[in-house]
């Protein structure tokens, strides 16, 4: 099992920036790729960013070039630094591991509310 601690999430105005935060209960050396996904009120969960163990890295369309994804594999910990965000941004964030043998794991959620 892999538990996920996310934090970070929280109010902002448009065009502010926020940076979450994920930390993983297993080692680097057992995490396939990591990444977040986001859940709008009545939507959908949708893929924001993933980045595998070997540092590729890939985004949605409505990010690139305002996120950007990153991760400490000495801390087991990925971070997804938002920036430039929009009201359509807000959303409950998730953080997601494929670990082991390609099994799925999430975290709680976090809350990140953009006004406009």
């Known amino acids: 099992q892999v538990q996920l601690v996310e934090s970070g999430g929280g109010l902002v105005q448009a065009g502010g920036s926020l940076r979450l935060s994920c930390a993983a209960s297993?080692?680097?050396?057992?995490?396939?790729?990591m990444g977040w996904y986001r859940q709008a009120p009545g939507k959908q969960r949708e893929l924001v960013a993933t980045?595998?163990?070997?540092?590729?890295?890939s985004y949605a369309d409505s990010v690139k070039g305002r996120f950007t994804i990153s991760r400490d594999n000495a801390k087991n910990t990925v971070y997804l630094q938002m920036n430039t965000l929009k009201p359509e941004d807000t959303a409950v964030y998730y953080c997601?591991?494929?670990?082991?043998?390609?099994?799925?794991?999430w975290g709680q959620g976090t809350q990140v509310t953009v006004s406009s």
């Open positions: 297993r080692s680097y050396f057992t995490i396939n790729a």
């Open positions: 980045i595998t163990r070997g540092g590729s890295t």
């Open positions: 997601w591991t494929l670990w082991g043998a390609n099994k799925d794991a």
